[in-house]
Structure formats: structure tokens, C-alpha cells
């Protein structure tokens, strides 16, 4: 959100106006009405020196205002903030979106961010398509395709056996069925079961067995890396959770129990 440090608030609104060679009167009254638009005309003379980040954010939209009230694209604007910073400027570019009712097209790599500004997400892949269009709920616990699922957050994929009596999963004691074959597109093709690490909990009278390789308390969440079979999984445990039920420790057995699972095509090596 670059603003040039050596004009005045006022002054870097009305920049792009002058390329528009506006008479000054007009310019005044365009740019001032722009910055009352983000809540900063009684900063007008301000240096942007003057100014925190969250205020710095707020002229450099209205300087885009002023060029375009139908769309503003903002580029990893934030992209190079601290942690704090980023989740202060994100919650002003929502309010200030709320007040202007502009359409902000947000272009980023950080998908937290985006899953929490946007109304509607558009995933694209490496050629520029549009993989899927939705809003957050849909893209996160509804994904298109095995891309969008993979693309999206942590995931976890492990092979699974198809028999004449269902779909098995290699545990810790062995192949445990899972599920029913009907549960696959097409039984004759090999598949992965495709699931995030909160879509797996803790379950002592589940069939399947897995062992907990490592723990790390990150303070909302509790990590695992768990084995598997011959595959390590990732699990998370929310503070609830731990709260209710306690962590599990390193080198101890544990049952578990999917929530929520995908089955998706095995990809060739």
C-alpha cells in the first residue's frame, strides 16, 4: 500500500487526478470526498510519516477510489507485515469496504487472510484457471476436485485397499475396513483417503489404530504427527479438546476416527 512520503495525505489522493488534468476546485472536492470515504479527511495534511499503518492502508484505497469507484485490486498488500500487523490492516480494508461498498479484488498467496476478507474465493491453478468459485465455507469443507483440496490448507493422503467387501485402511494392527465400496466413484481404480488434520479425532473404540509419534503444543492447538502404517499423518487437537479430554503422549497407542474424509484417484508417481 505504497503512499509517496513526500506529499501530504491530500496530496497523494489527488495525484492520480492530476494526471486526469482536473481543475484544482474539482480535484479538492474529489480527493477530500475520497477521504472521508476511509474515514482520514481530518488528516489531510498529515505526512503519511505521521501516520500508522492502518491509516497509510486507508489513503492508498482512497487514492485508488479516485481513479476507479467500481473495482480496486489490491496485490499482497500485506504481504510483508508481522502477524499483528496483517490481521490489523485486513480487518480495516474490511471495514472500509463495508463503508465504501467498492468490489476489492484481493490478489494473495496467504489463504488465511483471504478466507477471512473474502465474500467469494477464486482458486487458480498454474495455467490460470479457475479451478473453483464459492464462498469460504464451500471452498474449505466442499472442494471441487482432489487440486482444490490439496491446494487449500494442511491435508493428509493415505493409500487404501479396495476389496470385494470394502475400502481398508492400513493401521497400526493391521487393515481395518473403513467404509463401503459404494463409497468410491469407481472401485476398479486405485485410491487415497483424503482428510485435514482436524477431520481426525481421538477415539479409544475405534477399530483403527495408529501411534503418536510426536506432540507439540502450539497454544490454540495441540500438533501430532501420528503413525500410521507405513504413513505419518497429521493431526491437530483444538485447546478444547485437550481441555475435555487431555493430549496424547509420545509412544502411546491411540484409536481414530474420521469426521469428515474424502476418497480421491491415486496420483501416478
Not at 487514492?63 to 480487518?91: C, G, H, Y
Not at 465474500?119 to 498454474?126: E, K, N, Y
Not at 503444543?217 to 501420528?226: H, K, R, V
Request: glycine share 6%; aromatic share 8%; hydrophobic share 40%.
Amino acid at each position: 500500500y505504497a503512499v509517496w512520503p513526500h506529499l501530504t495525505v491530500l496530496e497523494n489522493v489527488k495525484y492520480p487526478l492530476k494526471k486526469k488534468r482536473m481543475d484544482k476546485k474539482q480535484m479538492q472536492e474529489i480527493a477530500m470526498n475520497a477521504l472521508k470515504q476511509v474515514q482520514m479527511e481530518t488528516y489531510a495534511n498529515h505526512l503519511p510519516s505521521q501516520l500508522s499503518g492502518g491509516q497509510q492502508q486507508r489513503v492508498a484505497i482512497a487514492r485508488a477510489l479516485v481513479s476507479s469507484k467500481e473495482l480496486i485490486v489490491l496485490d499482497e498488500p500485506i504481504t510483508n507485515l508481522d502477524l499483528k500487523l496483517r490481521q490489523e490492516m485486513l480487518k480495516e480494508i474490511r471495514e472500509i469496504q463495508a463503508t465504501i461498498g467498492t468490489t476489492i479484488v484481493y490478489i494473495s498467496h496467504d489463504q488465511e487472510a483471504s478466507l477471512e476478507l473474502c465474500d467469494r474465493l477464486a482458486i487458480m491453478d498454474q495455467q490460470g484457471n479457475i479451478r473453483q468459485l464459492g464462498n469460504d465455507y464451500d471452498i474449505v469443507m466442499k472442494p471441487k476436485d482432489r487440486y482444490i483440496f490439496e491446494f487449500v490448507g494442511i491435508s493428509n493422503f493415505v493409500d487404501v485397499v479396495t476389496k470385494e467387501d470394502g475400502i481398508y485402511i492400513n493401521a497400526e494392527n493391521g487393515l481395518v475396513k473403513l467404509d463401503e465400496k459404494s463409497a468410491l466413484e469407481n472401485p476398479t481404480k486405485a485410491y487415497q483417503l483424503a482428510f485435514r488434520p482436524m477431520d481426525a479425532v481421538f477415539d479409544n473404540e475405534s477399530p483403527i489404530k495408529g501411534k503418536v509419534v510426536t506432540e507439540t503444543f502450539l497454544g490454540n492447538i495441540t500438533n501430532y504427527f501420528i503413525q500410521l502404517g507405513d504413513k505419518q499423518i497429521r493431526l491437530q487437537q483444538s485447546a478444547l479438546d485437550v481441555m475435555k479430554y487431555g493430549k496424547a503422549k509420545e509412544g502411546q497407542e491411540v484409536g481414530l476416527k474420521f469426521v469428515r474424509k474424502f476418497y480421491y484417484e491415486k496420483e501416478e508417481a
